[in-house]
């Protein structure tokens, strides 16, 4: 495709819209922050990757001190792989033959790779494709209010453990969990339970893995979790400035979107549809907001226009033609639908990186 990628140098007023833009600044200070305080708490920290999907990104990541990536899929993890990266966990339960001997493929080649499970029907395929000449490194998942997937209890996660130890290919590496919101309490009661049940069957539990960008500066309340996972927090979004984790001036990602008509005093259209903004809510009534212009609203998506409501908008709204930055809700699934994305520092580009994990959804 011969699209416009605009060389090193290049204003933003120059590149083709709609378009996310990375500020450097912003990003190398949001990769600093988070390592510092990992660090001040004694805690590892592992990066998960879907925020970016971009190798050059997780490298400062791992220049900056974090441990290893946290991947989702097994193709996610492939490209990290092939990159070079040699610490990976895959936090997703992996089922079917195809996964599977894909999985096992990765697992030869990768120095230190692990992935999760919280059922014996998922244990039962890693054991039966792994064995003792190469084994995988499995924890089990634990559910501590999220409600999504996850074992229920301490027993059961004991229970799992004892299944994944006892099999040849696999080798028991420990617990982790993605909370709730607000849900230290409960993580650290049932790392703590979980730890003491272990104890019990004489079983080491040597990575206590827990996660979320919302709760990020709240890792230190979960003590015996040995390290954090967190994504979102290398851009950051407007759902993260909503959770108090970061302000405006954090943002790392705006997407750049021209104004293409204003048919209407309280309205004007932009080139950022669907295809550029996530339709992700996330508790939002609208799909983005317009940095610099309050109140100012992207009410509906198509796949080509985002209609923006201007009834509320605190000043004069630009002309057609213009170029306005968007703040997504949720900067990961924007990530997503592009192949490249423009880094920027004081308004010049300095660098176009490709999107290396793209559409690894499986």
């Known amino acids: 495709m011969n699209y416009p990628w605009p060389e090193p140098g290049t204003s933003l007023d120059e590149v083709a819209t709609p378009m996310p833009v990375i500020d450097e600044d912003r990003l190398a200070a949001n990769i600093a922050r988070v390592q510092a305080y990992c660090a001040a708490h004694g805690k590892a920290f592992r990066p998960h990757i879907k925020t970016h999907k971009i190798a050059a990104v997780a490298r400062q990541q791992i220049e900056a001190g974090a441990v290893g990536l946290n991947c989702q899929k097994v193709t996610e993890a492939e490209v990290f792989a092939d990159a070079g990266f040699n610490d990976i966990l895959i936090t997703y339960n992996i089922l079917g033959a195809a996964k599977l001997a894909r999985l096992k493929a990765l697992n030869a080649r990768v120095e230190k790779l692990a992935v999760v499970a919280d059922s014996e029907v998922t244990v039962a395929g890693l054991a039966k494709t792994f064995d003792a000449a190469r084994p995988l490194t499995v924890l ?52 703590v339970r979980t730890m003491a049940l272990l104890a019990e069957k004489g079983m080491d539990c040597p990575v206590r893995t827990s996660g979320g960008s919302p709760d990020l500066f709240s890792a230190h309340l979960v003590p015996s979790a040995t390290e954090h996972r967190a994504g979102t927090y290398v851009y950051n979004d407007r759902s ?47 799909y983005g907001a317009i940095a610099g212009f309050e109140g100012a609203r992207v009410i509906s998506l198509s796949e080509e226009h985002a209609v923006v409501d201007l009834s509320e908008c605190t000043k004069p709204f630009p002309d057609i033609g213009s170029v306005v930055k968007v703040v997504p809700n949720h900067t990961c699934v924007v990530t997503n639908l592009f192949d490249r994305m423009v880094f920027h520092r004081g308004g010049k580009v300095t660098r176009v990186e490709n999107v290396d994990a793209r559409g690894t959804v499986w």
């Open 140 to 191: 089990v998942e634990c559910d501590t209010g999220a409600k999504r997937c996850g074992v229920q209890t301490p027993e059961a996660a004991t229970a799992l453990a004892e299944k994944i130890a006892a099999a040849p290919g696999l080798h028991f590496g420990g617990i982790m969990t993605y909370p709730a919101v607000g849900g230290a309490e409960k993580v650290e009661a049932f790392m």
């Open 240 to 286: 993260m400035v909503r959770a108090g984790h970061c302000t405006a001036d954090d943002l790392a990602m705006h997407i750049l979107a021209t104004v293409v008509s204003r048919p209407a005093p309280d309205r004007a259209v932009l080139d950022s549809g669907s295809k550029a903004l996530t339709s992700d809510l996330l508790g939002f009534s609208d």
